[in-house]
């Protein structure tokens, strides 16, 4: 069946298609490449991520995708420095983890020219709170994430005004209380909107299922949180200073360890997923991965998807992108 529907909007992307957006030397032929890509994969908006990194890194990355001014960029998402040095980092490196302060965070800003409009942090770290209330003021998203939060720590970065969580069910330590625990608590808070990884690496099928169901879909969005590893075959790729791996699986991992280190996940494919494992009508689906994410952060989705959806196998291929 032949569908048409609004343009995707990846608010979760460290890179694509052999680019990787952490790289302070990264070209602007390299990012025209990776957008275009993502453009056949039908994302026409999207928020490049920027992981925790030193300052100056972290600066140099920003220059060059403020500078590049792509029509698809919708800004940047600040992807730490200001998260939980425990096992809750994942790939993040430790090393670079740094206090939550509104003096590190303008200087970044500057670095960006303003166009850091997401930010993802763990509301248990020194400053943490002043911080989610400085952002929020200024028009900044806050989402919680790669965390060891209390629950009653989740609920007072909602009320210093944290609006999301990133890639909920991930970015937490392996073992958690059954209850109460911050997922429960994300969950449960209203003012919450989710964002999910559906590659069937992150979640299980049964999960993601049973969150987008708590949640409700009004207030879950799909994300990749793809890496250069993503549209790109099988083998070694960087994210930052770290080398990834590849496997034949989709898998994203460190090197000679389980641990996920992003994904290789396009956002067509999160669609398709999400549609088969939770039973959603694809526009619904869909609307995940456009419409609600581009409002997370002030905006809308951008040009028309053609797309061929086989409901009975559960799989979509983009034919054509119009607009911009």
């Known amino acids: 069946m032949r569908v048409k529907q609004p343009g995707l909007c990846d608010i979760q992307v460290n890179g694509f298609a052999g680019v990787d957006f952490n790289q302070p030397d990264v070209s602007a032929a390299q990012l025209d490449h990776a957008a ?25 990355c920003a220059r060059k995708l403020t500078r590049w001014g792509h029509a698809s960029m919708l800004g940047i998402h600040a992807e730490g420095p200001y998260i939980s040095p425990t096992e809750a980092r994942g790939a993040h490196p430790v090393e670079h983890i740094v206090p939550a302060s509104v003096d590190d965070f303008r200087r970044r800003q500057d670095a960006a020219e303003g166009r850091i409009v997401l930010v993802t942090l763990a509301p248990e770290v020194p400053g943490a709170l002043a911080l989610t209330e400085h952002l929020a003021a200024a028009g900044v998203r806050v989402a919680i994430g790669h965390s060891n939060a209390s629950p009653a720590q989740v609920r007072d970065a909602v009320r210093a005004g ?26 449960a808070a209203d003012e919450l909107t989710a964002c999910f990884i559906a590659d069937g690496h992150h979640l299980a099928a049964a999960t993601l299922k049973s969150m987008i169901r708590a949640k409700t879909p009004a207030r879950s969005v799909l994300v990749t949180d793809a890496t250069a590893a993503a549209a790109a075959p099988p083998g070694t790729y960087r994210l930052g200073g770290l080398e990834i791996l590849r496997d034949g699986d989709g898998r994203v991992v460190l090197p000679g360890s389980s641990k996920l280190a992003g994904s290789a996940l396009t956002l067509d494919q999160a669609v398709a997923r999400t549609a088969r494992d939770t039973g959603l009508p694809l526009e ?37 992108v119009h607009g911009t």
């Open 284 to 320: 619904d689906a869909w609307a995940l991965a456009s419409a609600h994410p581009a409002a997370c952060v002030g905006a809308s989705p951008a040009g028309r998807v053609v797309a061929e959806w086989d409901a009975a196998a559960g799989s979509l291929a983009v034919v054509e």
């Open 162 to 187: 944290a609006t999301l969580s990133t890639h909920l069910g991930n970015g937490c330590v392996s073992r958690l209380p059954r209850h109460p625990n911050l997922i429960w608590e994300q969950l």
């Open 36 to 60: 275009e890509a993502m453009r056949r994969c039908g994302v026409t908006r999207f928020l490049p991520t920027l992981i925790t990194a030193p300052l100056e890194d972290f600066a140099a």
